[in-house]
């Protein structure tokens, strides 16, 4: 580890993270990842969106042997494993249940400490599986399905929210708007994809700036105005392979993109910081680092991103930030962990 806030320590660790429609399971050694093995239930996809009882139900069968599996991947056995990390919120109720369930036996049968984590805290420190890592302090900007939120992390576990979402988090605009299009779920990867092919200049779609000293979000003024634009256009989704959507997809991307480089460099004036990590699901988006990555090297600032895999749901991240998590705090969680659907990040 680079900082001098941070120091290394070995311990082997079994990571899970069932919150949502992922399930997966990890193995490090200290900061060193040795394995992670996600599996998504594409079960969903013909629904448009996650479906909590199929998705716990699809858990209950895949976490034994998604924990095999990472096992046999690292070349460990289980009876080596010195200490277990699960995300127990935000998220699935019954999802996250099956893999808090699974993680209290797993504990209770090897004599495991269990440590518990927030969702959230994974995506913070998940740009620290990969080299070079951020430097304390940096801007965590974090963009999924479910939240978009500005960070200062000043050290390990000592973080600022900086702004977030007002309304859609920005995953859910590009979800909500490939569903206008009739492009499928999930939305963002579509988008990413058509709008290679479009003229991100075609339609002009509003950036919510808010006011200047603001660091929050508003992405439901950009979808709202699709829908009009799709209104006005009498859109049918015989138009879905058309120069039209590719061009529609790029525009809106644009727009979203735009307001998230802008208030993150912002930010990172404003705190005088030279790293800036961004992670989630929406963090895969190839226009969104391209640009990020650009202004970055203008304005000599670092930026981190975890690779594509790392940026949706998976439990490498919860690894690496139970790392962080047991420095600060040891760990202090026992058996009686109960799930916490709307678990706030602490601040
Ligand atoms: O972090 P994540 O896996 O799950 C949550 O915790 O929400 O993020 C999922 C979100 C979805 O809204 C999905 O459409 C979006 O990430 N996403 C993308 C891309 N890949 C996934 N958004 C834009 N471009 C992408 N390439
Ligand atoms: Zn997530």
Do not use: W
Not at 65 to 90: C, H, R, Y
Not at 191 to 220: C, M, T, V, Y
Not at 324 to 336: A, H, P, R, S, T
């Amino acid at each position: 580890m680079s900082s001098e806030d941070v120091y290394y320590y070995s311990m082997k660790l079994l990571a899970i993270e069932t919150s949502c429609d992922e399930c997966s399971a990890a193995v490090l050694d200290g900061p060193v990842l040795k394995s992670v093995i996600i599996s998504s239930q594409l079960i969903h996809n013909q629904f448009g969106g996650v479906v909590p009882e199929l998705a716990s139900r699809a858990h209950v069968e895949l976490i034994v042997p998604v924990v095999a599996d990472a096992l046999k991947k690292a070349a460990e056995s289980k009876n080596d494993m010195e200490s277990i990390a699960v995300t127990f919120g935000p998220g699935l109720a019954g999802s996250l249940i099956v893999g808090l369930s699974f993680a209290k036996s797993f504990a209770a049968a090897l004599g495991l400490p269990l440590i518990g984590l927030n969702h959230m805290e994974g995506h913070l420190y998940s740009s620290f599986l990969e080299k070079p890592e951020p430097r304390f302090p940096f801007i965590s900007l974090i963009v999924s399905g479910g939240h978009t939120m500005l960070i200062l992390v000043k050290k390990p576990y000592e973080h600022i929210l900086l702004g977030q979402t007002r309304d859609d988090a920005a995953g859910e605009a590009f979800d909500k708007v490939a569903k206008l299009l009739d492009l499928g779920y999930p939305g963002g990867p579509i988008i990413d994809k058509l709008a290679k092919g479009g003229n991100p200049q075609a339609f002009e779609f509003p950036r919510a700036f808010l006011d200047d000293h603001s660091f929050d979000f508003s992405f439901s003024g950009i979808k709202t105005s699709v829908l009009y634009l799709l209104r006005k256009l009498g859109y049918t989704s015989d138009l879905k392979n058309s120069n039209l959507v590719n061009d529609i997809c790029a525009s809106f991307q644009s727009a979203v993109v735009d307001v998230l480089v802008e208030k993150t460099f912002a930010a990172a004036k404003e705190f005088d910081v030279k790293s800036i990590s961004v992670a989630g699901g929406v963090a895969s988006n190839s226009e969104l680092r391209r640009v990020f990555t650009d202004r970055g090297s203008s304005e000599g600032i670092t930026i981190h991103f975890p690779r594509p895999l790392f940026c949706t749901d998976n439990a490498a991240m919860i690894g690496i930030a139970a790392y962080f998590k047991i420095q600060k705090y040891g760990i202090v969680n026992d058996l009686f962990l109960k799930p916490v659907p709307n678990l706030a990040l602490n601040f």
